[in-house]
């Protein structure tokens, strides 16, 4: 049974950093291209940053040079840290595999951003 447990979120003032963590169970974790995937209130899913199962990163656009993502492979984990993060960071982050199809999706974590 496939299952991806997040944590790591909360409340953060603009300016402050998180660093949301994903356990991944189920799955050929080392031979799997891993995502982070976000979605605010009223707007669709969207990807946040890949890393592949090469350990190779990317980070989309939006996110370039505050976020990173990183993968262990003996936890199976898969971690996205967040820094300088903005209001518009605000969402519920959910991690996932890359490749088509997406395995169920956990119950995510909220990343809120306010003063």
């Known amino acids: 049974q496939v299952q991806f447990v997040e944590s790591g979120g909360g409340l953060v003032q603009p300016g402050g950093s998180l660093r949301l963590s994903c356990a991944a169970s189920g799955i050929d974790f080392n031979t799997t291209s891993m995502g982070w995937y976000r979605q605010a209130p009223g707007k669709q899913r969207e990807v946040v940053a890949i890393?592949?199962?090469?350990?190779?990163?990317h980070v989309k656009d939006f996110a370039k040079g505050r976020f990173s993502i990183s993968r262990d492979n003996a936890k199976n984990t898969v971690d996205l840290q967040m820094n300088t993060l903005k209001p518009e960071d605000t969402a519920v982050y959910y991690c996932?595999?890359?490749?088509?199809?997406?395995?169920?999706w956990g119950q995510g974590t909220q990343v809120t951003v306010s003063s």
């Open positions: 996932n595999v890359v490749d088509a199809p997406y395995r169920p």
């Open positions: 890393i592949f199962k090469s350990g190779k990163p």
